[in-house]
């Protein structure tokens, strides 16, 4: 009988057990007890990547389906954040197990010379699709290439390879004499704080601790780096002289202390999982203590944001759906502009907020039923894709049925058709449109090219009942106390990046270089360059600014309150946006903008404000938007003459906006006094 031995440290004291898995059935594992590692039997091993079963039986689909590509690429921005500052010195990088290239085509953003390896067919080749490269379709060990790499990186791949010495062997190979390996897998220290049902899985091979890791990786390469990030282990470190190397006993002896003592924690049925979830971040690294206060402060404060904006208290209970939670902040503010305007009307009013992914269930229409009046509004409601579900088609759930058992009147205030080139309304949708519309007492559109597309969809014996209402985030300097607007030299620049492949089609990265380039030439000019995020996703862009040389401060006001926000843009002379509400929040606070047009909507907002002028279409002719951004610029904010005179067309539009807003409360609040009364 051959006896067991560790397959990372050939150590022969191992325990055998057994895990129940996620799926339900039970795996044979053997468990090291001298470098922690925790294993599968080699006669249990199935090889499901040869035969390509791989996509099929662990990602649930052999094509990757929306789902799965947004994870794919949140995951791939999450992680470039965190080890940004590791590829500074990396020209030429290889990406091992790359998936559909989503990390790659972040490093191409940021200018390096790059290539994804990929050894599933399907999700290798939708890159092409998805952001016009190709990748190297073949496993590792079978990957031949005529240039050294100065940069290898794998990303949860190491726990999927049979034998882990000959995966980083064969990396060793490919690198330069100065070359550098990064890896990321999960994390078994982590993870034993959780259910290990549900991190035992049968396609991972092998489960690490940040010992049995650095053990791994000390024998072949000069370990710089390791460390947590999230639920997962991280290395960095550099190709050795020698293809095999002493242990550093004390490094060794230092990690599996930390490992240890992460298992105590662990093993302790007295401490709630959530607690050892962050016992174990900071046992890791007590840094991240500084992480995690801010993080309970910033529930607590949302608690009382909640409560204020509830107003509970006051006479006349309204119902309001909409997107009012700390998330993207265009949609955060404009919930809250939305009860503004209500308020600044009537001071009487409180609100049961709703947020618009909630279940709708018998519970939900009685609580709506006890309100005064349905106020619907704030969030991009129209996307079939946000919140997808077969009930209406659209973020609220909320069919036929529920819909009939409303008994109050419904005002849809402010919405916008919000479906980007490419996407086209469903069957489901338009019928749910059509009894909304046909129910509602009230129903307000952001922009005349929304309402066009509206009653196109619904049909024109609605055409008199749906109207013009502005999106209230344009009147923000009507809610507030403003000081009069005075010149900063500030510029903020906001490229949204969720949905891609819709804004930027197959010239992204030119159109990035193109933007990044106007940002250099106003830099140049003496302008303070901010870049500005609505949802974290956005940052991307700053891959752009440095692969451009552009001094620039990042403001993330994704997850923020509404004040900092209205805060910032107040600093801001003028805002170069993408997103919708990056050109009408600053329009609201008399900041100067210019749109990069990626949505019909954007256009659309600017037809009703007759300031076609503002707009530039970032797909025609991308080879001279930098050139258009900048003559842009210089024609209607150049000097202060110029400046001054195209805020005060802005204010003369928020003037127009703002009496139309009037005139349609006015009816919205006869509705109210009917129903009340």
């Known amino acids: 009988m051959q006896k067991l031995t560790c397959i990372i440290c050939n150590s022969s004291h191992v325990t055998p057990l057994q895990k129940k898995s996620r799926d339900g059935s039970y795996i044979n594992l053997i468990k090291c007890k001298y470098c922690g590692h925790l294993f599968q039997s080699a006669k249990q091993y199935t090889d499901i990547y040869s035969n390509g079963k791989f996509s099929q039986e662990a990602r649930g689909s052999i ?32 990406e091992v197990g790359s998936s559909i290239g989503s990390f790659v085509h972040l490093l191409k953003i940021y200018g390096k010379n790059t290539m994804g390896l990929e ?58 004499n100065k070359g550098t390996l ?20 049968k396609p991972h091979i092998h489960y690490f601790t940040i010992s049995s890791l650095y053990y791994l990786v000390s024998l072949y390469y000069d370990v710089e780096y390791i460390g947590f990030r999230n639920n997962s282990l991280y290395v960095l470190g550099k190709k050795s002289l020698s293809k095999k190397n002493e242990i550093k006993n004390i490094q060794l002896y230092k990690y599996k202390f930390l490992s240890k003592s992460m298992y105590l924690i662990n093993s302790n049925q007295y401490i709630h999982s959530y607690f050892k979830f962050g016992l174990n971040h900071v046992v890791s690294n007590p840094t991240n203590l500084k992480k995690i206060i801010p993080f309970i402060n910033k529930k607590l404060c949302f608690k009382k944001y909640e409560l204020n904006e509830s107003r509970k208290g006051k006479e006349i209970p309204l119902s309001h759906v909409s997107v009012y939670s700390l998330g993207n902040i265009g949609d955060t503010i404009l919930s809250k502009c939305v009860r503004s305007i209500f308020n600044e009307c009537n001071n009487s009013l409180s609100w049961n907020l709703i947020p618009v992914k909630k279940t709708v269930n018998s519970n939900s229409i009685m609580q709506i039923n006890e309100s005064e009046m349905l106020v619907i509004g704030g969030g991009g409601l129209f996307l079939p894709d946000t919140n997808k579900n077969n009930i209406s088609g659209w973020q609220w759930a909320c069919g036929k049925d529920s819909l009939n058992q409303i008994k109050i009147p419904i005002v849809f205030f402010a919405v916008g058709y919000n479906y980007f080139k490419g996407q086209h309304p469903e069957s489901l949708f338009v019928e749910n449109l059509k009894e909304f519309v046909k129910k509602s007492s009230f129903f307000g559109v952001r922009n005349s090219g929304s309402r066009k597309k509206i009653i196109e969809l619904v049909g024109t014996q609605f055409e008199e009942k749906i109207v013009f209402q502005p999106c209230p985030t344009t009147l923000i300097s009507k809610l507030y106390s403003l000081p009069e607007k005075k010149r900063t030299k500030n510029i903020a620049f906001n490229v949204a990046f969720d949905r891609y492949d819709k804004r930027f089609g197959k010239n992204i990265y030119l159109i990035l270089s193109q933007i990044a380039s106007a940002a250099k030439r106003l830099d140049d000019l003496g302008y303070n360059i901010y870049l500005v995020n609505h949802i974290k996703k956005d940052a991307t862009f700053s891959l752009s600014l440095d692969n451009a040389s552009v001094p620039y401060v990042n403001v993330d006001l994704s997850g923020e309150f509404p004040d900092k926000a209205i805060e910032f843009y107040k600093q801001m002379d003028v805002v170069i946006g993408m997103r919708g509400h990056a050109q009408m929040i600053p329009f609201g606070l008399n900041c100067g903008i210019i749109t990069l047009g990626s949505h019909d909507k954007m256009k659309w907002f600017l037809e009703d404000i007759d300031s076609l002028d503002f707009y530039i279409d970032i797909t025609e002719e991308p080879e001279y938007l930098s050139d258009a951004i900048f003559n842009k610029f210089m024609c209607l904010y150049g000097d202060n003459y110029k400046f001054n005179n195209t805020i005060q067309r802005i204010k003369k ?12 409360m006015h009816k919205i609040l006869h509705l109210l006094k009917n129903q009340v009364d």
């Open 182 to 201: 990064l890896i990321e897998c999960p994390s078994l220290d982590i993870h034993f704080s959780g259910n290990m049902n549900k991190f035992i899985w």
């Open 63 to 94: 094509i990757p389906n929306d789902a799965k590509i947004k994870q794919l690429d949140e995951s791939a921005i999450d992680r470039f954040i965190f080890y940004k500052s590791f590829f500074k010195e990396m020209e030429n990088i290889l």
């Open 653 to 664: 539009k928020q003037d127009d906006l703002y009496n139309i807003t009037l005139s349609n």
């Open 119 to 176: 050894p599933d067919f399907e999700y290798c080749s939708f890159s092409k699709d998805q952001y016009g490269f190709e990748q190297y379709h073949d496993f590792l060990e079978n990957f031949k290439s005529s240039n050294k790499w100065d940069g290898v990186i794998s990303f949860h791949v190491l726990e999927h390879i049979q034998d882990p010495h000959n995966f980083l062997l064969n990396i060793y190979e490919l690198l330069d």
